[in-house]
């Protein structure tokens, strides 16, 4: 038998990418005609829609009372390190009114602006993508919702040869990401970002293959594999 001049552990992670992204897209495809009943869907948003974007985050802090969001500084920082130009959205809508929003943006990332200590610089970070800025109308924007904009994101994450996610939480967060996601803390004790009132944030890390196998499908994949619609599950 001819030997392979590739790496094991390559073919593998190029397999899995593939099974990955046609698994995701059965999820896709299952969550999307569901949420069509609801007049629901979750898009990747281009530029053109900026400015609902910015609206629908803007709204969301003045409600939550996260001020040191909507800061001055905060705004100016955020347009040096050109966070909205190099970030992607994924975007889910409501009878094309935006319900949730899950930004996805390149290294350098924003917590690498904020704290330069955290990042362990050992890791190849632009291999990463970060996530932040995920805000759901909780009213609108159900658990399929959510799911739907999570499976978009790691289909474009994988289909642009990102090998994981990183993301910077506070308590709350750190929960779903955790529980939900599968994502974990690089470090064990949260740091404060003196910018934002001096609140204790946590960096998240994990790859597709364990954000697949995370919580956030559990459920879901058994339904769909109980339909007989999974192209292949044990990845």
């Known amino acids: 038998m001819k030997k392979s001049n590739s790496p094991v552990g390559t073919i593998n992670v190029q397999s899995n990418s593939v099974k990955l992204l046609r698994n995701l897209e059965f999820i896709i495809d299952y969550l999307s005609s569901h949420l069509r009943s609801k007049s629901t869907e979750v898009l990747i948003m281009n530029r053109h829609y ?33 966070a909205a130009q190099r970030s992607t959205h994924i975007c889910a809508l409501r009878d094309g009114k935006i319900i949730g929003i899950l930004r996805m943006t390149p290294f350098p990332f924003e917590m690498s602006f904020v704290n330069c200590d955290i990042l362990n610089y050992s890791i190849d970070y632009n291999r990463y993508v970060e996530y932040s800025r995920l805000v759901t109308n909780k009213k609108y924007c159900d658990s399929d919702c959510v799911q739907l904009m999570m499976a978009h994101a790691a289909h474009w994450g994988i289909k642009h040869k990102y090998g994981g996610v990183v993301a910077l939480t506070k308590k709350l967060q750190k929960r779903f990401y955790t529980n939900r996601l599968g994502l974990r803390a690089v470090h064990e004790k949260p740091f404060c970002i003196d910018e934002r009132e001096f609140g204790e944030y946590w960096m998240m890390k994990a790859n597709w293959l364990e954000i ?24």
Do not use: A, H, M, P
Request: charged share 30%; glycine share 2%.
């Open 50 to 82: 900026d400015s609902e974007i910015e609206y629908f985050l803007q709204s969301f802090y003045l409600r939550n009372k996260q001020f040191y969001l909507l800061d001055v500084n905060q705004i100016k920082f955020e347009k040096k390190i050109k």
């Open 212 to 235: 697949y196998n995370s919580k956030v499908w559990t459920n879901l994949k058994t339904e769909i594999t109980s339909e007989n619609k999974f192209g292949d599950t044990d990845i």
